[in-house]
């Protein structure tokens, strides 16, 4: 595809949408869990209408649907959809994000000026060492910058302009769809399938020029809840078990190089504690569980299972509750179901000059649960790199390569 004869939005685009903070608010119960993220949402609203999309709907979830209706008449064309969150994780302020172009990178550190302390380094990122020459989007240095998954979001707006701006590229239905909250693992909960009504899409959440995701972690929460004995601390030999000793203990026992984030990498799972609490009579551990096959998180429970009922036999009188909730699944389950879903992009990534590299996510994405709503979904690149910190940064070429590869998707299946 000629590269020269399209208009490039996505840095305009993104500089722009990054500066709206749409931080998740993981202790809320609303929908979407901020408010502020539907600013976002309703600019891409008015933006798609400007654009000249008419069916464009903001729904009371706080999920953007569109359709841009196919422009082939001979023959029945696949609908596809692509989607993006608009929300950014709350492990880094998104608040008052400003966004820095360093154009035509020369390949030294990248120091930013808000705080000179945040370096971003080729010998710490090695991606960037492939993007010397590229327009490179930061952070000043207080904040994340958001292209997790802004930039997915503008790309999927470039796509948009250009089927608008281009009839002569050749596509069916094309649905957009924006989603609140992915960050804090609610994304998909209030899809309406019906009014999506696509045979597959993409999700436009990837990391790496050329990375196409088509595995992604099997997922479990999982909270052990520890049960000691109450007795006034003045005459409470052979009486109390206190509960938080007891978690404390538990805890001693996890291990730390084998079954832990910090300590595996492929397709290696881990069992890992996000937060912790409690008092004398009742004390907790919450964790998530991650493995590839569902086989290997039954494993993981029954090793936290095992260690928790050492920590009470150590306690006597302390007992304990282990409660498994299901979060997503690996995508590859259905996906295998559907090869032409992968088999496009494949195709579209050659089209655009690009050797697919097939890899996994360690983690999940919006596309992963859709899956299993019926909507086989695998993950294209984006160009975002150190998500969820102030190092975060994307190349500008990465994200325009991916809107050539969307093209080409389309494309592809209107043949």
């Known amino acids: 595809m000629p590269n020269e004869i399209y208009s490039y939005t996505v840095a305009e685009r993104l500089m722009r949408y990054v500066q709206v903070d749409t931080e998740a608010d993981p202790n809320s119960s609303t929908v979407p869990s901020s408010l502020k993220q539907l600013n976002l949402s309703r600019l891409l609203v008015d933006e798609l209408k400007l654009m000249g999309v008419t069916e464009v709907e903001l729904d009371a979830n706080g999920y953007v649907y569109a359709t841009i209706p196919g422009n082939v008449t001979d023959k029945k064309v696949p609908v596809i959809c692509f989607c993006s969150h608009v929300d950014t994780a709350p492990d880094c302020s998104g608040n008052n994000v400003k966004p820095i172009l360093h154009k035509q990178w020369n390949g030294s550190d990248i120091i930013l000026p808000d705080d000179t302390g945040i370096v971003i380094s080729p010998n ?22 958001g292209a997790d998954d802004k930039a997915g979001v503008a790309i999927i707006m470039n796509v948009a302009q250009l089927l608008i701006q281009h ?23 209030h899809v309406d399938m019906k009014k999506l009504s696509a045979d597959f899409g993409y999700t436009l959440d990837g990391g790496e020029r050329g990375h196409l995701e088509g595995e992604n972690f099997c997922a479990d929460s999982c909270k052990i809840v520890f049960h000691g004995v ?8 052979g009486k109390m078990v206190n509960a938080q000793k007891v978690a404390a203990y538990f805890m001693s026992m996890l291990p730390y190089n084998t079954n832990a984030p910090e300590s595996t990498s492929g397709y290696q799972g881990f069992v890992h504690p996000v937060a ?9 551990v ?29 306690f006597e009188g302390a007992s304990f509750t282990l409660d498994v ?17 992968m088999g496009f992009a494949v195709e579209a ?6 050797q697919p590299i097939i890899t996994n996510i360690r983690g999940g994405t919006d596309g992963a649960r859709l899956s299993f709503m019926g909507l086989p979904c695998p993950n294209i690149f984006t160009g975002e790199m150190a998500i969820h910190s102030k190092q975060e940064y994307v190349s500008v ?15 592809i299946a209107s043949e």
């Not at 109450?230 to 030999?237: E, L, M, V």
């Not at 590839?292 to 150590?314: P, R, S, V, Y």
């Open 276 to 284: 912790s609490g409690g008092e004398l009579e009742t004390a907790w």
């Open 167 to 189: 009839p002569e590229i050749k596509h069916g239905d094309v649905k957009i769809l924006f989603t609140p909250d992915e960050e804090i693992g609610r994304g998909v909960d």
């Open 124 to 145: 710490e990122h090695p991606y960037l060492k492939e993007r010397i020459g590229d327009d490179i989007i930061t952070a000043s240095g207080l904040t994340l910058l």
């Open 349 to 354: 990534y050659k089209r655009s000059g690009l």
């Open 286 to 314: 919450q964790f998530i569980i991650r493995d590839f096959k569902e086989e290997g998180l039954k494993q993981l429970t029954n090793m936290l299972h095992d260690l928790a009922e050492q920590a009470t036999k150590k």
């Open 325 to 341: 909730k299901e979060q997503y699944r690996n995508m590859k389950q259905v996906l295998d179901n559907h090869p032409h879903v």
């Open 397 to 411: 070429q990465d994200m325009m390569k991916a809107v050539d590869v969307c093209l080409q998707i389309l494309q």
């Open 230 to 237: 109450s007795a006034h601390p003045g005459y409470a030999k």
